[in-house]
């Protein structure tokens, strides 16, 4: 192993550039990553010093930072290096043949014609998201989950690209401990403000048509019930949002006061959820003595796994959480 590499900033500077220990931290990425790109593609130092050891120059470093901004965007890291080299950019469409090779994108209310999103389109996508992400590099992670959120819709964006990187980073945190806690939180934090970027303005209340959601008391997991208030605020209804940790007493006089259709519980694990609660709120009737009406309440995420009823819904997935609601509200 050349120690020299992973030396401290006073190492770096008696080199006469950067280590690829320094060149790492500046950029997000593992100095093998950094290695492994001047083996493979040739995206080395200008300058060498005894042997094998590296030192980088603004130049330098400005070459890899075009190769991670090109990686962040999903292309394999060999075309990336190619354009990163000034190699010459893909060649466009003529005009019209773009459009009759990919489909117009799909949205919740305007399904696309033909087959959906490409897959290795998709998957390109949820790589550079991942990629940003561990680099924690917002202003990529921005532009990456607009551009997702805008080319499929939201619940595309959302149940191919941003849930598949969650996961992802999900079970790094799980292999390789705490290092990966704050890739985690950087990315969710992103996908909100993605999604609150992506919201309509909210719709006036309409009798019998508003959606509450909450978690369930003492769950703090908010993500999926922000990405279907979204979804819902796009398709026209109304929502009101409540988010996480509400109290049972809050959450029974914010139901009686909105007079909801349907009210969505979120529990993210087994000890959140409430079956005695969500039946309690399936009970609570409002209107006018002969034309009472009670809500639908929608059981969301995997803490209610063996704890529904038949006539608690328990939706597997956005798409279908939104037809419930749409359902319930037509009724």
Not at 294 to 311: F, I, Q, S
Request: aromatic share 4%; net charge positive.
């Amino acid at each position: 192993m050349d120690v020299t590499e992973g030396g401290d900033g006073a190492a770096g500077r008696t080199g006469g550039g950067l280590t690829t220990g320094e060149v790492a931290r500046r950029l997000g990425v593992a100095p093998t990553t950094i290695r492994s790109w001047d083996r493979r593609y040739g995206l080395g130092p200008a300058v060498r010093t005894g042997g094998r050891h590296r030192r980088w120059t603004p130049g330098d470093l400005a070459l890899l930072e075009r190769m991670c901004a090109l990686t962040a965007t999903g292309l394999p890291p060999a075309e990336a290096a190619r354009l990163a080299l000034g190699g010459p950019e893909p060649r466009p469409l003529p005009a019209g043949e773009g459009a009759a090779r990919i489909p117009r994108p799909a949205t919740p209310d305007r399904p696309a014609a033909g087959a959906g999103p490409r897959p290795g389109s998709l998957r390109r996508q949820c790589k550079g998201v991942a990629r940003a992400a561990l680099r924690l590099d917002a202003a990529a992670l921005d532009r990456l989950l607009n551009t997702a959120i805008e080319e499929h819709g939201l619940v595309t964006a959302w149940t191919e690209v941003i849930v598949p990187t969650l996961q992802a980073v999900g079970r790094r945190w799980e292999r390789y401990g705490q290092r990966y806690v704050a890739v985690e939180h950087f990315l969710s934090w992103h996908v909100s403000g993605a999604l609150r970027r992506h919201t309509p303005p909210a719709v006036s209340d309409r009798a019998g048509a508003t959606t509450v959601l909450a978690c369930a008391p003492a769950e703090n997991h908010t993500l999926p019930l922000e990405v279907l208030a979204a979804a819902l605020a796009e398709q026209g209804l109304p929502v009101r949002m409540f988010g996480g940790g509400l109290p049972v007493d809050s959450l029974v006089s914010a139901v009686r006061r909105t007079g909801p259709a349907v009210v969505g519980l979120w529990a993210q694990s087994r000890t959140t959820a409430s079956r005695p609660l969500a039946q309690h709120v399936s009970a609570i009737e409002w209107g006018v003595r002969g034309a009472r009406r009670r809500p639908v309440v929608l059981t969301l995420g995997p803490g209610w796994a063996g704890l529904t009823m038949p006539d608690l819904p328990h939706p597997p997935g956005l798409a279908e959480a939104v037809a419930v609601v749409r359902s319930a509200v037509s009724r």
